[in-house]
């Protein structure tokens, strides 16, 4: 079914996608409010607000504001990203109309109290604690403080220093600052009436507004990448590898998408095969793709033990550069192209996806796609189109950030030995 649009008079972007069959209506609100907006010595402001817009909005406190929500089986959560703060919210679509102000008075209207900052600043100060417990993503977030360059490297939970100098005016001010309707995009898929959800949202956004126009931010400059090690005193040993790759605007980010599907698309993909089925290496392994609309980038994770760390770091770097030197067959070539296409037909048939999927287009794309679309995109992938962008962006040595979490530093990748063959163990 088609998107429809709206742009209210003041500037908010509104989409809606009816859903044939759906009896869910899903909300996606995005707001240029991301940690790449934070002042420097703030950082945790932005996610801190995930949890402090949800305490009391509009004419309700913070329980009558949940329960009103929670009455009309309204499922929602908000949280920050990168660039963006993103409120989400799935209910059934008869309920969409009721459940819109109080949802909408969430990002629109929040109260900010002085009361309820404290116990929110102690919630994401735990969350950034909690973080030691878990070393993967202690690995994946050091991987984007190395490679990345300054705004977008910031810790997603903030640091200890910008959290204990944070105040509830400072949480304000960044608020009134960067949520207005200039910037955002509201958007709407499943049981929903575009005209009725036009004219909802045009009235109950009417009196939002920020405190100045939406603010780019300045990039600094991109490090250099290089292989660094966490000491850690678990005997477990976290790979986690970077470089970049298109964009996500870019028209060859589906042929990157579709590469990395080769690489890990499933159980038959070349990491799982080679690194976990074929070697026993370790007992996670995979690799993604992840873009915006000025960069992107493809990531790869290990997780392993100590005494087969190097062996692990040294294969999983072989077949990322092996995507690049040999051939994709056909069967492994149509496995990762079904992949891609089950994958985005079943997240197109969940209201909540799509909703996300389209305010995120429009942040990345300048406009939303619909589900036809990118589904064509995919099958206009060929052998030989993949074949010409793996010759044209093989990653060099030099182009990798690696990061390892364990008990000891790797040494630099080399030639792994063939399957079936022992490497030597590293050293007690």
Known sequence: ???????????????????????????????????????????????????????????????????????????????????????????????????????????????????????????????????????????????????????????????????????????????????????????VAGAVDPEAFFAAAERLTAGWSAASAPAGYEVGPTPVPAQHHVQDPSEQVHIALRWDAVPANHPDAVLQKAAVAVLSGGMSGRLFTEVREKRGLCYSVYAGYGGHADRGGVYAYAGTTAPRAQETLDVLVHELRRLHAEPVGGDEFRRAMVGMKSRLVMSGESTSARASSLSFDVAVHGRPRTLAERVEEVAAVTPGRLRDFLDANAPGPEAMTIVTLGPRALDAPGEPAPAGVAAAAAPA
């Open 1 to 187: 079914m088609p998107i429809h649009a709206h742009t209210t008079a003041s500037g908010l972007i509104v989409l809606a996608e009816p859903m044939a069959g759906a009896a869910s209506a899903a909300v996606s609100l995005r707001v240029p409010a991301g940690e790449v907006h934070q002042p420097e010595d703030r950082q945790g402001v932005a996610p801190l607000m995930g949890e402090f817009l949800c305490r009391g909005a509009g004419g309700l406190d913070a329980r009558a504001h949940a329960e009103a929500l929670d009455r009309l089986g309204v499922r929602r959560g908000c949280g920050s990203s990168s660039r963006d703060f993103e409120l989400d919210a799935v209910m059934l679509g008869v309920n969409l109309d009721e459940a819109l102000a109080p949802l909408l008075d969430t990002v629109t209207a929040p109260h900010l109290d002085d009361a309820q900052f404290g116990p929110c600043r102690d919630l994401q100060t735990q969350s950034l604690d909690a973080l030691e417990d878990e070393p993967q993503e202690r690995a994946m977030i050091e991987l984007s403080a190395r490679h990345l360059p300054a705004p977008l490297d910031r810790h997603p939970e903030g640091t200890r220093a910008g959290l204990a100098a944070l105040t509830a005016a400072d949480a304000r001010a960044f608020w009134a600052a960067h949520a207005g309707p200039a910037g955002s995009v509201l958007a």
